[in-house]
């Protein structure tokens, strides 16, 4: 079956440290695969697809089939990407999404 | 931009009351969605649909069903409101073409 995981619930670092948020997803088609995110008070929205291989606010993602990861990273945090951020796997099929449960990321100043 | 609106941000209903939800999207979208967002479970899809009156159940739609009478609009219906049914619920719509879906802003649902 078809599944998303990311493994924190929460991640918390400092400003201008590092940052990987992690996804591992588990489908035996050819994935395509999304990290949405949602700003406190904001609606959800598309941060960035592996599709488009674009940098989107610093942050990157690449798909890795041997590990089928996409983590989501930022070499250096800032404030403001304190957010809750979700990977999800589309099902070419039907145009569903499938979402991992979301990890909440928290820029410590 | 793509414009995702939704009737309500917040509503409070009492248990066995029925409940309507709607979701009105202006960039001609083929597909809409319906979910629920809960802390640790993510989003949860409920119903979508593909085209009008076209309808697919997703992973919890028990207790609840759905209508889709004009493209741009998609209810969701809570026959019963029960209080297991207090929660975030988003709506989405999306393309055929580029698969990514555009969020409503939400709408908190509390049952008492």
């Known amino acids: 079956a078809q599944r998303v995981t990311q493994p924190e619930k929460l991640l918390s670092v400092f400003k201008g440290a590092p940052v990987e948020l992690k996804c591992n997803y588990s489908y035996s088609g050819s994935p395509e695969l999304f990290w949405y995110v949602q700003y406190s008070r904001q609606r959800l929205q598309l941060l960035l697809r592996h599709i488009s291989r674009e940098s989107i606010k610093g942050f990157t993602a690449d798909l890795n089939k041997g590990e089928t990861s996409f983590h989501l990273k930022k070499p250096f945090a800032q404030e403001e990407d304190s957010a809750m951020y979700y990977c999800a796997l589309t099902l070419a099929s039907n145009y569903q999404l499938i979402w991992g449960a979301g990890t909440k990321l928290i820029i410590k100043p | 931009d793509v414009k995702v609106t939704q009737s309500s941000r917040y509503l409070v209903k009492r248990t066995g009351e029925k409940v309507f939800l709607e979701c009105v999207q202006d960039m001609d979208h083929e597909n809409m969605f319906w979910y629920r967002q809960d802390p640790g479970l993510g989003l949860r899809l409920i119903y979508f649909?593909?085209?009008?009156?076209?309808?697919e159940k997703g992973d919890i739609p028990e207790g609840y069903s759905v209508s889709r009478e004009k493209k741009e609009r998609f209810s969701l219906i809570l026959e019963s409101a029960s209080t297991n049914q207090t929660s975030m619920y988003l709506c989405?719509?999306?393309?055929?073409?580029?698969?990514?879906?555009?969020f409503g802003p939400g709408t908190r649902l509390l049952v008492l």
């Open positions: 649909s593909y085209d009008v009156k076209m309808k």
């Open positions: 989405a719509s999306s393309d055929s073409i580029s698969e990514t879906q555009y």
